[in-house]
């Protein structure tokens, strides 16, 4: 589907922003290279980025090159750490206007799901028909995807960067993790408000990362490889 299709249909569903959530690592060389980028090319560029677990599914389907984004926090609507990092990047969905020349999907279900021999209807929403009937706002197995994106997602949408806070134990690596950030989006001359996230008293993060194992928080907010 194109872009402006996706942008209408995700708009009717009450969508107005887009989340693509990572590493500190990745994000990082994100905003050195000055956008989002997808697995693929950062490997091409050879710039540092965590490795993930849906790394080799991503590769077996096609979709390695794909940028994804949620349609809703996730961390927010389910009370706990987001599986893919501490990093939000907070998009508008106006962000979909300029990417006219991509391909842009919304998946049926997480490719962790797909199977061989799946056809791309089957994967994929094909019309703002199937999308209105078929899609609702804040479902973790529906992401909107960028296919065969081979440069750097441009920052001229993103709102805010929202980093997860792993308590006071580590509270080390959120200021280095933040500094980092703040330091980066300066030099490229980003002006972006990177706030640090305020959790509900339901949220399950802090006790996930004050009693995981050390290595947990350390993984997702280490500053380099």
Request: negative net charge.
């Amino acid at each position: 589907m194109n872009a402006l299709q996706v942008k209408r249909s995700l708009i009717n569903s009450g969508v107005d922003k887009l989340y693509h959530v990572n590493t500190v690592v990745t994000s990082l060389s994100f905003i050195n290279q000055g956008g989002l980028l997808s697995r693929q090319t950062a490997e091409i560029m050879g710039v540092p980025q965590t490795p993930q677990s849906s790394d080799d599914i991503d590769r077996e389907f096609g979709i390695y090159n794909d940028i994804f984004f949620d349609s809703v926090d996730i961390h927010d609507r389910a009370k706990r750490p987001n599986d893919y990092g501490p990093v939000m990047f907070v998009y508008s969905v106006d962000v979909l206007d300029t990417l006219t020349e991509y391909d842009i999907c919304i998946t049926r279900d997480n490719p962790i799901y797909w199977e061989d021999g799946m056809q791309d209807n089957e994967k994929y929403f094909s019309s703002e028909q199937e999308i209105l009937f078929g899609f609702s706002k804040g479902d973790f197995n529906k992401h909107i995807t960028v296919r065969n994106i081979s440069v750097p997602l441009p920052f001229n949408y993103l709102e805010e960067i929202v980093i997860d806070d792993p308590g006071m134990e580590h509270i080390e690596l959120l200021n280095k993790a933040k500094e980092s950030i703040e330091s980066s989006l300066n030099i490229i001359g980003i002006r972006v408000p990177v706030n640090v996230r305020k959790c509900s008293l339901n949220c399950s993060c802090l006790s996930k990362y004050t009693t995981s194992n050390p290595g947990y928080a350390y993984h997702r907010f280490k500053t380099q490889l």
